[in-house]
């Protein structure tokens, strides 16, 4: 009698396989809802940096605009293949630092970071100009500095200065 006692109190200590599978079906389910919304925000969250960049980017150049007349122009940005710009005149006085490092979004290779093209003279910027995740668009005269933020894939204008 004694050890049918035993054997009883034992069965009951542990979990069956209906139970433990059931558990696991609840956690993929759970799992399977809550990765996506995350990764989601996360991509959010990256461009939501990005634009706040290109807003930086823009309040510096207002800045360089308001204390010398003009803004900075073409020639005087340089830009290396990997998205860095080298501003003598604009960085490190009105902004610290303009290098791909600041951009967050993946963007294809080359395509990270910031990119200068010219803006034509009725201030449209050229359909051929070439594409960063940032681009300041200014005037060969100084006259007119633009900022746009792209999306990784660049084919959709995130936040523009000139709205």
């Known amino acids: 009698m004694q050890f049918e006692q035993r054997k009883g109190k034992e069965a ?10 059931l558990v696991v079906f609840i956690l993929a389910m759970l799992s399977a809802i809550v990765i996506p919304r995350l990764s989601a925000s996360s991509e959010i969250a990256r461009r939501n940096a990005d634009i706040s960049t290109g807003h930086q980017v823009k309040s510096a150049l207002d800045r360089y605009q308001v204390e010398n007349g003009i803004y900075p ?6 830009r290396d293949t990997s998205g860095n710009i080298t501003a003598a005149p604009l960085i490190p006085k009105y902004i610290s630092k303009l ?3 600041n951009t967050q979004q993946d963007a294809a290779a080359g395509k990270k970071g ?4 010219s803006l034509s003279a009725d201030g449209s910027i050229p359909d051929d100009a070439e594409s960063n995740l940032i681009m300041l668009y200014l005037t060969t005269d100084g006259s007119a500095a633009e900022v746009r933020v792209y999306d990784s894939g660049l084919n ?3 936040w523009s200065s000139a709205n």
């Open 99 to 101: 290098t791909q490092d």
């Open 12 to 21: 009951q200590q542990g979990f069956t396989l209906v139970e433990v599978l």
């Open 73 to 78: 122009k073409t020639m005087e940005i340089i």
């Open 156 to 158: 959709k204008v995130l």
């Open 114 to 117: 910031f990119g200068v093209a």
